[in-house]
Every structure is written in structure tokens, then in C-alpha cells.
């Protein structure tokens, strides 16, 4: 597979998983007006919307073949995958609230689709070439198992 169909293809599946959750978020912010997090879903949709057009607009610079091409397809990777690590990161919620067992599932299922798409953007600039380096956004010191979680990221970022 070549480069070009590489990098399409992990566009394409990022585009994707972002293009649900948003809807998702969407979705989540007209049922449930009264979820005290209502606030995190509508800006998680913006932010999402972003991203989404960001990864288009790389394709479409991508697929033009032009000159600076692949340097904006990179530094608009990094710049979407730096925005999906501080979503994903907030994605827990607002840990004082009593969120519902389906509020809580849609967290994690969030938080798991964000980390497949930052996992596949990574991955798509390592096999075509270019690196990652994308610090993760500062944990508190007594998260843990979040601490190894964001140990794998960088680890993943650097190569």
C-alpha cells in the first residue's frame, strides 16, 4: 500500500469515529437538557465538528499532490490529535455530579473511540513518514492508572 493510500485511509477511519461522536454529543445534548455535563456535550460537539473539518481539509491538501501538501497534512494531524487528547482527557466527566449508569457508559465509550482515533492519526503520520510528537495534556499526580495511560500516549507520539 502506498503512502497516499495510507494516509487516506486513516483519515477516513479518524473522520469517521469523530463524524459518530459527534453526532453522539449532538444527539446527547438535545435528549438530555438537563444533564448537569450539558455544557461538555455541546462544546465536545464543536470541538469534534473542528476536527472533522480539519482531517477533510488535510485530505482534500493531501490528495492535491501540492507542493507544501504534506507538511499541512502533518502539522493539521498533530494539531487535531492535540485536541482529541485534552476531549479525551475530560471525557470522565465532572467527577462531584451522580452521572446515570448510561451517562457513564457513553463517557467511556467516548473516551475509547477518542483514543482509537488518536491511535490511527499517530499511526497514519509514522507509516507515511512522519513523526508524531504530541505531548499529552498534564494529569494529576495521584491518577494512576491515567499516568500509564498517558505514559503508552507518549510513548506511542514518540515511536
Given at each position: 500500500?502506498?503512502?497516499?493510500?495510507?494516509?487516506?485511509?486513516?483519515?477516513?477511519?479518524?473522520?469517521?469515529?469523530?463524524?459518530?461522536?459527534?453526532?453522539?454529543?449532538?444527539?446527547?445534548?438535545?435528549?438530555?437538557?438537563?444533564?448537569?455535563?450539558?455544557?461538555?456535550?455541546?462544546?465536545?460537539?464543536?470541538?469534534?465538528e473542528e476536527?472533522?473539518?480539519?482531517?477533510?481539509?488535510?485530505?482534500?491538501?493531501?490528495?492535491?499532490?501540492?507542493?507544501?501538501?504534506?507538511?499541512?497534512?502533518?502539522?493539521?494531524?498533530?494539531?487535531?490529535?492535540?485536541?482529541?487528547?485534552?476531549?479525551?482527557?475530560?471525557?470522565?466527566?465532572?467527577?462531584?455530579?451522580?452521572?446515570?449508569?448510561?451517562?457513564?457508559?457513553?463517557?467511556?465509550?467516548?473516551?475509547?473511540?477518542?483514543?482509537?482515533?488518536?491511535?490511527?492519526?499517530?499511526?497514519?503520520?509514522?507509516?507515511?513518514?512522519?513523526?508524531?510528537?504530541?505531548?499529552?495534556?498534564?494529569?494529576?499526580?495521584?491518577?494512576?492508572?491515567?499516568?500509564?495511560?498517558?505514559?503508552?500516549?507518549?510513548?506511542?507520539?514518540?515511536g
Amino acid at each position: 500500500m502506498n503512502r497516499k493510500t495510507k494516509k487516506n485511509n486513516g483519515i477516513k477511519d479518524s473522520i469517521a469515529k469523530l463524524f459518530i461522536l459527534r453526532d453522539s454529543c449532538v444527539g446527547t445534548s438535545i435528549t438530555q437538557k438537563d444533564n448537569p455535563n450539558i455544557i461538555w456535550f455541546e462544546g465536545a460537539a464543536i470541538l469534534l465538528e473542528e476536527g472533522v473539518d480539519i482531517l477533510k481539509s488535510a485530505k482534500q491538501k493531501i490528495d492535491s499532490g501540492a507542493t507544501d501538501a504534506s507538511k499541512d497534512f502533518s502539522s493539521s494531524v498533530k494539531d487535531t490529535v492535540s485536541k482529541l487528547i485534552v476531549l479525551k482527557n475530560s471525557c470522565r466527566g465532572d467527577s462531584s455530579l451522580e452521572e446515570s449508569d448510561e451517562n457513564t457508559n457513553w463517557f467511556a465509550g467516548a473516551e475509547s473511540i477518542i483514543c482509537e482515533a488518536i491511535d490511527q492519526l499517530q499511526k497514519t503520520l509514522q507509516e507515511t513518514g512522519t513523526q508524531a510528537v504530541i505531548p499529552a495534556a498534564p494529569k494529576a499526580a495521584d491518577d494512576s492508572e491515567d499516568n500509564d495511560s498517558v505514559e503508552a500516549e507518549k510513548q506511542a507520539a514518540a515511536g
